[in-house]
């Protein structure tokens, strides 16, 4: 079974509002700038934020954060210097959120996807100082004193939802805290910024490489095969991009060419992040104790859905047991085909998992997934998912004529009866310096009134290259769930203060949009609409049955693995981190939670971008799963294509936004509170 949670599904816009951002000071933090503890900065000390560039490009990038710093700045300034009457001063903090936002989304997105180095440079520093701004607002008690002094009774029901989260943001922060702790804590901030950055640095640039003899590729589609011709020592290179790693695991019939290339794999980003992620426990658990928390995983549960590191700890062995029974029937199943091919096999290394999975589909499900390739066309599966985006929302998609940071990255724009939804880049196809996941930035959030909502989408999908850019299906599901994100952003994009609008939502529901919208892949009535190969056959019905039906084998398997990752970030984070052994706790956690055993001599921590951005909350992906699979039970029981359901979806779940708790978003589209129920039968029934 192939989903998109772990490979993909991070949405890596690092959710830049103030109010968020306060919320998660940890993980969005500050730079090298020491700072008044009561937020105020001389200006010889701002112009030490800047540097001079060599290049054009970066030159003007860095300026136009500069302006828009020193004009987020000087809103501060009016707001904590109480030169802003009462009744203006959420409209003003609103607007210093706006300001702030487009400066902390444009480095995010330009550090990750630019193709001059120089500009991601200075991307880097734009965000560093940008945070640093934002650690100075978060512990600023004359400007928590101001919106303290706000009477809540006087506001409308979202005005006062905007304060109230407001308040407890600021408090998360610290701000309550005496001087000398808001000190320390800005030196904290000033340091995990850097240690944040290098983290998915290392990540980022740490692309690794095997070189085969060519004959060692059977088994893999032709397409690939010719995409990979061997260099002048007759040797065929294969990188640890997401292209190039994905097919060999599926599809080599060499044994030792999975291994070798898993092994270098799980070791991107070794051995310097094994010492940057220790560094980066160290000062979490600092912030969390100073701010009142036993550790960080308390800490950054305490405003999710979940409530607490300890709920979370029960959500994860509750999901690992349901899965066990499925999971131990599943992996006999991948143990008996191995051992046709060796019969001295004792277990399933997790190198081979996929390639198992994939000979059972053939045998078992007669399903060929290189078959399925040859209607999965990069270019028609855009369209089918615009096509049915236009159809499930009554939305039109069409080109939107603006400039973009490299000539490959499409860009669109959404209606509603002509009136702008929003704006999106697709950035969907690899190259040499950019994020190598999938993910979707914000680029700019919408603002009722004042602004619409932008966002874009950074895959690593076939094509782009003048080829047909055949894609696998589970690829097809990424590219869908990630749309699910945009769409989340854009239709959500539309509450009046910047905090409340698109994705704002409790950080461990944001995924269930997202996981929901997988469901469509499946449908056949959505893949006949557009999985069609080149003579334009669409994909038979035949075909697509054998799909559904081989679709739940090893579900069980991959919801334990899941919950391996998910254990793996908590435990990480829910105590002192002298008591946490990466490799030994890693080894550990494999043993208890997934049927596949640890690989030695690798350090899969090193590359697990997540135990940053996501810190100790994995689970989200499971825990949004469970809500997504009882959102999907509605549609499932009145149809996938049906116009008023997908138009209540939209009303009282994605269009509101952050201005309700999730928990109430999910009860007023089903008429009920969510449950595990439909998670659960999903599982059973693939027993």
Not at 98 to 108: C, E, F, K, P, T
Not at 166 to 174: K, N
Not at 269 to 282: C, T
Not at 483 to 506: K, Y
Request: proline content about 4%; aromatic content about 10%.
């Amino acid at each position: 079974m192939s989903r998109s949670c772990f490979s993909s599904g991070l949405i890596n816009r690092r959710i830049k509002n103030l109010s968020m951002i306060l919320s998660l000071s940890a993980v969005l933090v500050s730079c090298s700038l020491s700072e008044d503890p009561e937020g105020m900065s001389e200006s010889s000390e701002e112009a030490s934020l800047w540097q001079t560039f060599d290049t054009q490009q970066a030159t003007d990038y860095i300026g136009q954060c500069r302006s828009d710093y020193e004009l987020a700045e000087s809103l501060f300034t009016e707001l904590a210097e109480g030169q802003v009457a009462a009744e203006s001063i959420l409209d003003e903090f609103n607007q210093m959120e706006i300001v702030l936002d487009r400066l902390a989304s444009r480095a995010s997105l330009y550090r990750n996807v630019h193709p001059s180095p120089v500009v991601r440079e200075a991307a880097d520093l734009c965000q560093q100082n940008v945070y640093a701004l934002f650690s100075r607002i978060g512990l600023s008690r004359p400007l928590y004193d101001q919106l303290d002094k706000i009477e809540v009774e006087q506001l409308g029901p979202i005005d006062r939802r905007y304060l109230e989260k407001m308040r407890e943001d600021f408090e998360l922060a610290g701000v309550s805290q005496d001087e000398a702790t808001r000190d320390r804590i800005t030196q904290l901030n000033e340091e995990m910024v850097k240690i944040s950055q290098a983290f998915n640095r290392n990540i980022r640039e740490d692309v690794r490489s095997i070189e085969v003899a060519a004959e060692r590729l059977e088994g893999l589609p032709q397409d690939y095969i010719d995409a990979h011709t061997p260099n002048s020592e007759g040797m065929v290179v294969i990188t640890t991009n997401y292209p190039d790693y994905l097919p060999v695991m599926q599809y080599a019939e060499d044994d030792e060419l999975r291994l070798e290339l898993y092994k270098q794999f799980r070791l991107r980003g070794y051995p310097d992040n094994k010492e940057v992620l220790e560094n980066l426990l160290a000062k979490r658990y600092e912030l969390a104790n100073l701010v009142g928390f036993d550790n960080y995983a308390q800490y950054v549960t305490s405003d999710k859905m979940i409530g607490s590191a300890e709920n979370a700890a029960e959500f994860i062995d509750r999901i690992n047991d349901i899965a066990k029974p499925r999971a131990a029937a599943d992996y006999d199943v991948l143990l008996q085909r191995l051992r046709q091919n060796d019969p001295d096999a004792s277990v399933v290394g997790d190198w081979q998992k996929t390639y198992l999975e994939e000979l059972i589909k053939n045998e078992v499900y007669q399903l060929d997934s290189q078959e399925i390739r040859q209607y999965f066309s990069y270019d028609k599966v855009r369209d089918g998912i615009f096509g049915l985006v236009e159809d499930m929302f009554s939305v039109e998609i069409e080109p939107w004529e603006t400039e973009a940071w490299h000539s490959s990255v499409e860009t669109w724009q959404i209606f509603d009866d002509g009136e702008l939804v929003g704006q999106f880049y697709l950035d969907m196809h690899p190259r040499d310096g950019k994020y190598n996941h999938a993910a979707q930035f914000g680029v700019r959030e919408g603002v009722r009134g004042l602004q619409t909502p932008i966002a874009a989408l950074v895959c690593n999908f076939p094509g782009g290259d003048g080829s047909a850019g055949l894609m696998e299906h589970s690829q097809v599901e990424t590219f869908l769930h990630e749309f699910g994100h945009l769409l989340h952003t854009l239709f959500g994009g539309h509450q009046p203060r910047l905090s409340l609008s698109g994705v704002n939502t409790e950080r461990d529901f944001v995924e269930a949009p997202s996981q929901m919208l997988e469901e469509w892949v499946w449908d056949a009535d959505t893949l006949k609409t557009f999985a069609a190969d080149t003579s334009d056959e669409v994909i038979p019905d035949t075909l697509i049955d054998k799909m559904r039906s081989a679709r739940d084998f090893g579900r069980g398997l991959w919801t334990r693995h899941q919950m391996y990752y998910a254990a793996l970030s908590l435990n990480y984070y829910n105590r002192p981190p002298t008591e946490v052994d990466l490799d030994e706790m890693m080894v550990a956690l494999q043993a208890e939670y997934s049927q596949f055993p640890y690989v030695e001599g690798t350090h899969f921590y090193t590359s697990f971008g997540h135990l940053d951005g996501y810190s100790a909350i994995y689970y989200t992906y499971m825990w949004s799963l469970v809500i997504a699979t009882d959102m999907f039970s509605r549609f499932e029981e009145e149809g996938l294509r049906n116009p008023e359901v997908a138009q209540s979806y939209r009303e009282n779940v994605l269009a509101p936004g952050g201005s309700k708790d999730a928990a109430e978003l999910v009860e007023d589209f089903l008429g009920r509170p969510y449950s595990f129920e439909a998670f659960e039968n999903l599982l059973n029934a693939s027993e």
